[in-house]
T-cell receptor, first 114, second 110 residues
Framework: DAGVIQSPRHEVTEMGQEVTLRCKPI?????LFWYRQTMMRGLELLIY????????DSGMPEDRFSAKMPNASFSTLKIQPSEPRDSAVYFC????????????FGDGTRLSIL | GESVGLHLPTLSVQEGDNSIINCAYS??????FIWYKQESGKGPQFIID?????DKRQGQRVTVLLNKTVKHLSLQIAATQPGDSAVYFC?????????FGTGTSLTVIP
């Protein structure tokens, strides 16, 4: 079975540029999560969706960050404008829509803002 | 042991020995707990989970213990192998609230 697919795997760009990260969840999963991982702060939940609707975006650091889920098989996390402190690994995860189910993670996008 | 905080504990074990990784959680309303393994360059991978109505669950070479009285979770790995070297995270869920620990780095010495 295909797992959660993220693209790109690596992104290097200059500060001020727009960055778009993409995620395809596991088919049939109704929850989708975006996380950021850094050495300093560990794994931070940014936002999650249920049935394509954003449920909790309290972890989104600033207005420069936005996430969308136009359909059940695709989500984007956008940073505009990007800053060096946004450098991190960004993970997407999905989960079935029932209680007590684990999240399944993609392999992440390693983002470097110069 | 690990807590939902900012430091990354490390654990080194000899190949073939048993490993115990600990986690202290803070939300007494959490009713579902999960252990993940993260290898370098990859996302966290589900290992084993446990619901709050249980205190022990066993998988293949892994056992999770839950002590709700002291809000403590542990992961035991039997006969640790070099492929077990990774960062291990505990996670807890309380309704639609999700929390991850900062992880424990396990190194297996051949």
């Amino acid at each position: 079975d295909a797992g959660v697919i993220q693209s790109p795997r690596h992104e290097v760009t200059e500060m001020g540029q727009e960055v778009t990260l993409r995620c395809k969840p596991i088919s049939g999963h109704d929850y989708l999560f975006w996380y950021r991982q850094t050495m300093m702060r560990g794994l931070e939940l940014l936002i999650y969706f249920n049935n394509n609707v954003p449920i909790d975006d309290s972890g989104m650091p600033e207005d420069r960050f936005s996430a969308k889920m136009p359909n059940a098989s695709f989500s984007t996390l956008k940073i505009q404008p990007s800053e060096p402190r946004d450098s991190a690994v960004y993970f997407c995860a999905s989960r079935e829509d029932s209680s007590n189910q684990p999240q399944h993670f993609g392999d992440g996008t390693r983002l470097s803002i110069l | 042991g690990e807590s939902v905080g900012l430091h990354l504990p490390t654990l080194s074990v000899q190949e073939g020995d048993n490993s115990i990784i600990n986690c202290a959680y803070s939300n007494s309303a959490s009713d579902y707990f999960i252990w993940y393994k993260q290898e370098s360059g990859k996302g966290p991978q589900f290992i084993i989970d446990i619901r709050s109505n249980m205190d022990k669950r066993q998988g293949q070479r892994v056992t999770v213990l839950l002590n709700k009285t002291v809000k403590h979770l542990s992961l035991q790995i039997a006969a640790t192998q070099p492929g077990d070297s990774a960062v291990y995270f505990c996670a807890e869920e309380a309704g639609n609230q999700f929390y991850f620990g900062t992880g424990t780095s396990l190194t297996v010495i051949p």
